[in-house]
């Protein structure tokens, strides 16, 4: 029987990951401390873990940014880069703000629904990203506009719950309370983000690069 085909001994994931990468894997380490935090806050009420979660939010920002920049300094773009800054962007600006959510208590089933709905939507707004780029570059090194709003403006909904959380106004303190449709509680707030995931898979609404 004939052996299966196996990758040269000298090929290494991690020699093939340019310093760009190595940011980008910053910016999904944050996204996942993130959810952490946002876990340990639900369930010790502890405010350090709340704070923690709200500043790694602008920490994955501040990684994603750079990444791109340092991928065009060093001329180091890749399909690699690109996907892993995906991956890495669905945990920090999706994932994470869904879960400081739900940990501030937009827990109800229709909340469910809604920050399901708005990770579902940051997701395919990052893979029709990656299959249009191309196109979307018109033969430059970059994109010239975004089709929709990108995920990392997610960073604005952590902010409003930051406010929230410093006003106190979590758990049964949420802005504009809660509301029973049919057997289940939706709490207003999360609108938010539905008006967001769907504001990131919009084609008509076009956001120029900068």
Request: proline share 5%.
């Amino acid at each position: 029987m004939q052996a299966p085909d196996r990758p040269p001994r000298h090929f290494s994931m991690m020699r093939s990951l340019q310093l760009a990468d190595f940011l980008t894997l910053g910016n999904a380490a944050c996204g996942v401390a993130g959810v952490f935090c946002a876990m340990l806050f639900a369930t010790s009420r502890d405010w350090a873990y709340f704070v923690a979660a709200v500043a790694l939010a602008p920490a994955a920002l501040i990684f994603d940014v750079l990444d791109g920049r340092v991928a065009r300094w060093r001329q180091q773009q890749s399909i690699l880069g690109r996907e892993l800054d995906s991956l890495a962007d669905v945990i920090s600006f999706g994932v994470a703000p869904a879960s400081l959510a739900f940990a501030v208590g937009m827990n109800g089933v229709w909340d469910w629904v809604a920050l399901i709905y708005f990770v579902c939507c940051g997701v395919s707004r990052l893979a029709r990203f990656n299959v249009t780029a191309e196109a979307l570059s018109q033969g430059g090194a970059t994109v010239a506009y975004f089709e929709g709003t990108p995920i990392p403006t997610s960073v604005v909904l952590t902010a409003v719950l930051a406010v929230a959380g410093w006003q106190r106004a979590i758990g049964e303190n949420l802005y504009w309370g809660v509301w029973r449709i049919g057997p289940w509680e939706l709490h207003p707030l999360v609108l938010l983000f539905v008006a967001s995931g769907t504001m990131m898979i919009s084609k008509t609404l076009r956001i120029p690069k900068l």
